[in-house]
């Protein structure tokens, strides 16, 4: 099994900064995509962010380019969420996600086979 646990999240005033882990344990060998999603209450999970086993690769949604971004330390098996520039629209629970055998499909929830418990963000106006 694999295990993915979440950290890093809070309360923060708009403009302010946040930075989420997400470690990794258990057999997760080289995951060919980890990715960032979060969830607002009576909506849809939403796609955040995504990077491949190498790190060569990454993916973001337009409602983050230019304020977020995704990393990993291999060494440490976490990946990381640098969020700046909140907005209120940015509360959620995140969520880190791990697909271990295709980097395809990195913006869809269903592709993801784990699932960490998420972390609460909340950015007040």
């Known amino acids: 099994q694999v295990q993915l646990v979440e950290s890093g999240g809070g309360l923060v005033q708009a403009g302010g900064s946040l930075r989420l882990s997400c470690a990794a344990s258990?057999?997760?060998?080289?995951?060919?995509?980890m990715g960032w999603f979060r969830q607002a209450p009576g909506k849809e999970r939403e796609f955040v962010a995504a990077?491949?086993?190498?790190?060569?690769?990454?993916s973001y949604a337009d409602s983050v380019k230019g304020r977020f971004t995704i990393s990993r330390d291999n060494a440490k098996n976490t990946v990381y969420l640098q969020m700046n520039s909140l907005k209120p629209e940015d509360t959620a629970v995140y969520y880190c996600a791990a697909d271990l055998s295709y980097w395809g499909s990195a913006q869809e929830a269903y592709k993801y086979n784990y699932w960490g418990q998420g972390t609460q963000v909340t950015v007040s106006s």
């Open positions: 990077i491949s086993w190498g790190g060569g690769r990454t």
């Open positions: 258990g057999r997760t060998g080289s995951a060919y995509a």
